[in-house]
């Protein structure tokens, strides 16, 4: 990719400065709401990676007092989507097409996930990018393990409309 993605620029202005991060997670809620639900921190992000924590606290819990199946779904989908934004090059849209979860331990703590795709492939023609999310405890422990399948395409080129 030759012109750095408008989502990896802000990261680099933001991320080193202090409460860059909290900022740069605050933005993106903004821009999709609803993920603020699981009130998400980035930690890291790069062209094929992007790692998120969320804290566990009561609004995200569930009967048995452990993170919520849901808001972990949430926090993967988060990862993935935003390692695509500063993955896929402008010339390119992504938008999930589905998603598989396993459920491997009960999520008793703060949780982190890491999604990552190594190494990217060749943007060409359309095609599906599956992107895996690991979702790991306080102790690095795999709680929980998303595909996420992007479906990945040129964008359109705009017509040119007559004057």
Not at 18 to 45: D, E, Q
Not at 79 to 101: D, T, Y
Not at 108 to 116: F, P, Q
Request: hydrophobic share 45%.
């Amino acid at each position: 990719m030759t012109q750095q993605n408008s989502v990896l620029s802000l990261w680099s202005r933001l991320a080193g400065l202090p409460g860059g991060k909290w900022l740069f997670s605050r933005l993106i809620c903004l821009k999709a709401p609803y993920f603020s639900s699981v009130r998400p921190t980035f930690v890291a992000l790069g062209s094929g990676y992007c790692e998120v924590t969320i804290p566990k606290r009561r609004a995200v819990t569930n009967h048995l007092g452990t993170v919520h199946a849901i808001a972990m779904c949430n926090m993967a989908e988060l990862a993935a989507g935003i390692m695509s934004e500063a993955s896929v090059p402008a010339s390119h849209r992504w938008i999930p097409k589905g998603m598989s979860v396993d459920y491997l331990k009960k999520a008793g703590s703060d949780l982190r996930a890491v999604a990552e795709v190594k190494p990217l492939p060749e943007f060409g023609p359309a095609f599906e990018l599956p992107v895996t999310v690991n979702v790991t405890d306080r102790n690095d422990v795999v709680v929980c393990r998303a595909v996420i399948r992007m479906w990945v395409s040129p964008k359109k080129e705009a017509s040119a409309r007559p004057d």
